[in-house]
RNA sequence: GGGCCUGUAGCUCAGUUGGUUAGAGCGCACCGCUGAUAACGGUGAGGUCGACAGUUCGAGUCUGUCCAGGCCCA
């Protein structure tokens, strides 16, 4: 206890650790802080200004953001996907590229529609404009949409910004931006150009109270009686159906037989055109109660008992497959009908049966009533098959005159019940009844709805274009096959890609709707359309003057302005003769699918904004969703129009899920505001670049805790080597060569070589995960637990202005300088607050900032090529002084010393400080057959460092010191 | 039902062309330090690699079937 009071305190001698930066990171607080002071850069434009002034002249690396859709908060989906894009711009820009990143929002479609539609309708205002002209209504619905999506648009930047993404957030994208609809069209013209765009009829749900399409959003599903109904459809040539069931001789019935189908739509039997079946299912020829009848073997039972059958018999079986191309008679038509506008047309498929896949056993008779005019099934078996798309009923729901005449003019709900009092009287009925159904409504007058075929706008995938003769489907199949021409990450996106291009249909581009661009298509006296690539770049160039409300304020007159028939070869003859004025045009009241606006971003944003330069970009991100969605469609465009892909590399990202693998729902899990709250943006973001996102991500609480942990270690790390650096000055050079290649320094440079070249290879594929891997493990292994606690003895005990000291601090400084660069891409809020408390710049000075810089450099000195061995043979020889700390009872390491054997005298190059404070023991001697343990003991321990190195005794101050502590304090 | 993908320690992930006893981090347990301290360092225990078959001298790795999950279609 005495000797306690009398010897010296050392403490106050040391250079302990000194530093502000904070251990307590509190994100929440300071990071909108460090946005403030971004702001402030680019003569306050912002960081992104700045980084793109820095930036000038470099190789560009162009990346196209995906626009999300401008509705509602950004959730965790957002987080992973707009995170991964500011990892690729931020580590592009510190890699020494000029990568530009103009963010965008897709602003039109239904969702925002529906939304505003319904609040019209709660707050009583929807009545009042059914009373305007229909191009003033929908000009009031629109004005309503525009106002709302820049709302969502305003809220969706912040919270973008406040994730701390670096974007051209000042000049956005926004697709009901006049210059971004007239990009728009001028790729339809391109398509147009190409004869690729033509108008057809589909079928689509109907609301026969509003007379307009609907899409699946606005319906609502209620219960509803119907009726059901079993009919027979007499077969055209009987021995053919008795063939197909091999029925021979005395076994063949000399009547007739029929097909029997089962439809909850006695309306559509006027449409109905052919009798679909599955190939593959087992079909009998059945006698009930007299009639001969085809229907599924397995549910004979269930339709003859509904109908209380007494006598039934199977006379034979068959698969679905004989039964294809068998001809029938329509229970009630005696003709099929023409198609209107093609007298001429084939319509030799009519009435047989065909084949297709969507065929169950679940109800019915495993035979299909198949009307291509009124059902989404129908329509792709008629396709195939070659059947026209009939549709006899009118916008109001009744039949036109191609109806047999007892029918025509009539609603289609009174014709239910006449069909099949008639069906009933002919025989051909084989059951009736009602029941209930779950059925479609239209959500805003709830009425039933009913499928109806309408004009729409389609653009051919297997149509030739102009150019080359080749279709977009082989187009695309080449960019996405052997060609190469475009990559995938990962590369399983190719087959995914590939298969959805193999079996695509003709892409649908028209709506229904008013919220969205016109489809600026014309229609003649005669009915006919017009639209050619001349007269839809005339109407662009009003578009792009005056936006495209143009289209329902205008005249066609003032909107054809710039359009001269005389000049265009593909103009009716009606309007090069002059024989048609534009006065008598009508506009068209379809507006381009969505879809059709964000994939020509490639030619509103990327070509518009630099003069068709970035045109093919490098690189689109985004969720594996969209090798259907986004990618697919701006392939098609782009093909089409300029005859190669948009892009060169593709990258997609999994989704989230929850902890246990299952879809995420829309309630579960915290909000993305409650994680900023909670863990602020670079432990999200550290997060994000932990993932391995090509998979699923399984997302929960726990995991952003876990990442808040790991994070702590990163900051940490920072924080203890700026705080060994606070007596120390930036260094004059970063020149390293005047180090001895066998210091401690050196391995670590070495490593950090190593790690550099590593984590630059990780961002440059992507591969973030990576990256973050090799940060985390450098930060916490090489540095935390092997480099710095072994120079941690030099750093407090070496006299301030010693050499050793002194290198070991500019090597530090170097570290931590490249660390913050190596982190900026990911944890840009924490690496600009490190490198600024690196070269102590004032808080209010912006301009000190980590992300105008770009990666290090590597070092230009070799460590020594001994000392992988070196560490190696130190790992072994920690875990014997473990054992023998153990075995002692010795808890302090620095109570023992080592003798390790040198028999190849690799050794005697290294300084055996070094190797004594990287094993964490007060002294090394070289010598001896093998690693021996010394028990230091009894030896004197220095006062001032604790070490019992050797050279250790009392001095002049009184004091027990080594001779380095004496030197350090100045006593001898 | 179809296309593409995933399934390795409690959790998150590595595992090259099939080749010793399947690795890492987190978490956990225990220990040390108290001059990085709401920190730091060390040691250790955890796995029949989704299941079942097959190919092979040898399979986490190749093939098939099945189970579970995701995205996109139908």
Redesign the pocket.
Known sequence: MSETTETPN??KS?N??KTTFP?KANLVQNEPASLKRWGTLGEKKGLYHAMTETSAGRERFVFHDGPPYANGSIHLGHLMNKCLKDFVVRSKFMNGFDCPYVPGWDCHGLPIEHRVMTDLVESGKAAKLDGLSDDNRRMAVRRECKAYADKQIKLQRGQMERLLTVADYEDPYLTFEPRYEAGVLEVLAGLCEQGLVYKALKPVHWSVANETALADAELEYQDREDLSVYVDFEARDADAVYDAFGLEGDARPTATPSFMIWTTTPWTLPANLAIAVHEKFTYAMVRIDGNYTVLAQELIEGVTKLAKSEDVEVLATTTGDRLVGLGYVHAFRDAPPTPSGDPDADTSTCYTVVSA??VTLEDGTGLVHTAPGHGA?DY?TGLKNGLPVYCPVRGDGTYDETVPEWLAGMSIWDANQKVADLLTESGHMFHAHTFMHSYPHDWRSKTPVIFRCTEQWFVGVDRETKRDGRSLRELALKATGEDRSVQYVPS??R??MR??LE?RPDWCISRQRSWGLPIPAFTLPDGGAFMTSASVLAVTEVIRAKGSDAWFTEDPATLLAHYDPTSDPDAPGVLKDGSVSFEQLTKGQDILDVWFESGSSWNAVMRQRSEGKDFPVQLYLE???Q???WFQLSLLPSLGVMGRPAFRTLLTH??M?D?D???LSKSSGASLKDLFERYGADVLRWWVS???Y?????VDE??FK?SG??Y??IR??L??ML?NLNDFDAPESLDFSGFHVHSIDAWVLGEYNTMRDAVVGAFEKYAF?EAH?LL??FC??T????Y??AV??RL??DAPDSERRRNTQKTLWFLTDALCKLLAPVLCHTADEAYRALRGADPKDGSVCVHLTGFPERVKLESATGWPKVMELLEGV??TI?NARTERGI???LDLGVKLPDPEGMLKWFDRVDLADLL?VSRVEVGGDSVEVLDLREEPRCD???KRDGTVKRRADGGMLSDRDALAVGTV
Do not use: I
């Not at 090509?694 to 399984?698: I, M, R």
């Not at 540095?783 to 092997?786: D, F, Q, R």
């Open positions: 050392y403490k040391l302990l650790p251990m896949d969507y099934d792709q399983w996106g087959n995914r298969g959805m079996s969720g594996s969703d090798h259907r969605g999994g989704f899920v902890k693998g299952k879809k932990s993932l391995a090509e998979n699923d991500v399984k726990e995991f876990n942990e790991s702590r270690k940490n790390t924080r203890f705080s995960h891997k985390y493990k916490n292994t540095l935390s637990a092997e710095l606690s941690k003895d407090y005990c920690a875990k473990e808890d302090n390491p964490g001032r460092s604790w």
